[in-house]
């Protein structure tokens, strides 16, 4: 009788395990459409002024970048890489519109944020609000970034980025992410797929 | 057949044209080359350096500053990726194994040229001293290339 009653309480413990195990696939499963499915928006300015959302962009991909300006090693070299794979859309390049969010506008904004990404590829756009703008403008993609102290970088302070890619879909939907370091050419077979 | 042998020897020349060699420095056991950086706009950002560091000899060394005259606040620093987060700390010291090769390069360790003195201008070069602990100070001009560049564009030394 005890012992019988030791094997019944041990089945239901693996009967709840079982369920617990089948309700976080569920769950993990429920979760990634719906992260698929979210849409980041912004208001942030250009150059001139001018405001910009993500329904500016709408009808065609945007590959968007968050950066700044005094960032001479992961930011040229994503932008390098941008540049590469406008260029080998050709005539498709019409169809993406690459974006580089400033998260040190300020500075940004006074050392040229046109000037310098126009030596990168002429269709990139910078986008440059002020802080709050721009804090939300992070949080809408959900990434992080993050003014650091230090007297090791120029003017005493740097910033900590998210360094992906991320691609935005027509209807201005999330897409996927790239990861720092992705070659330009998994980048442009995997636009050139979608247009 | 002279002809031949002259067109042959032409024929063998002309990849070897195509990209020239990098210059290279020795120093103890020490071969620094493939120098390079990457063109600025004015001297309000920051400039990188570039650079490839053998070390065939028996014993470590280290690699604890960078000087050049383009830059009052040269530095090592590290691009550092953690938990999706990308930062460039400084680097105090790079280790140089024995035996080993050590890059700085892209999405690694990089000279960190803050205070630029003047604009680096795409096809000039520009000295940088490399301080090491053991093989001392090793000079080695860097050639400037484009903003858009994404290594050293010559074949690295043998
Ligand atoms: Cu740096």
């Given at each position: 009788m005890n012992l019988r009653r030791i094997r019944l309480v041990l089945w239901a413990l693996v009967a709840v395990a079982l369920a617990g195990v089948l309700a976080l696939q569920w769950a993990g499963r429920r979760r990634e459409p719906s992260q698929a499915a979210f849409r980041p928006d912004f208001a942030l300015q250009d150059a001139a002024g001018r405001t910009y959302g993500m329904?500016?962009?709408?009808?065609r991909l945007a590959l968007v970048f968050f950066g700044f300006t005094?960032?001479?090693?992961?930011c040229p070299t994503t932008m390098s890489e941008v540049a590469l794979v406008m260029n080998d859309?050709?005539?498709?390049?019409?169809k993406v519109q690459p974006l580089f969010i400033s998260m040190d506008p300020q500075r940004d904004r006074g050392q040229g944020l046109s000037e310098y990404l126009a030596a990168f590829h002429p269709a990139i756009l910078g986008l440059a609000g002020d802080g709050a703008a721009t804090q939300a403008a992070a949080e809408s993609f959900r990434i992080h970034f993050e003014r650091e102290e230090s007297p090791?970088?120029?003017?005493?302070y740097t910033m900590s980025h998210s360094p992906g890619l991320f691609l935005i879909g027509p209807d201005g939907e999330w897409l996927r992410q790239f990861p720092h370091e992705t070659p330009a050419a998994e980048i442009l077979a995997d636009i050139q797929e979608r247009i | 057949m002279k002809r031949f042998a002259i067109v042959l020897g032409l024929a063998v020349m002309l990849p070897l044209a195509a990209a020239a060699e990098c210059a290279s420095v020795s120093a103890g056991d020490l071969t620094v080359t493939g120098a390079w950086s990457r063109a600025t706009i004015g001297t309000a950002r920051p400039a990188v350096f570039y650079v490839e560091i053998r070390n065939d000899g028996e014993t470590g060394d280290r690699l604890t500053g960078i000087d050049t005259p383009v830059a009052a606040m040269p530095m090592l620093h590290r691009t550092v990726v953690k938990d999706g987060v990308a930062s460039m700390p400084h680097a105090e010291a790079i280790d140089i194994p024995a035996g080993e090769t050590v890059s700085l390069a892209p999405g690694g360790y990089h000279g960190m040229l803050m205070e630029l003195t003047a604009p680096l201008a795409e096809g000039e070069t520009f000295p940088v001293v490399l301080r090491f602990e053991r093989a001392g100070s090793v000079e080695i001009d860097a050639p400037v290339l484009s903003i858009?560049?994404?290594?050293?564009e010559c074949d690295a030394a043998g």
């Open positions: 329904e500016d962009f709408r009808g005094n960032c001479p090693d992961v859309l050709g005539s498709e390049a019409d090791a970088a120029p003017d005493g | 858009r560049a994404q290594g050293a």
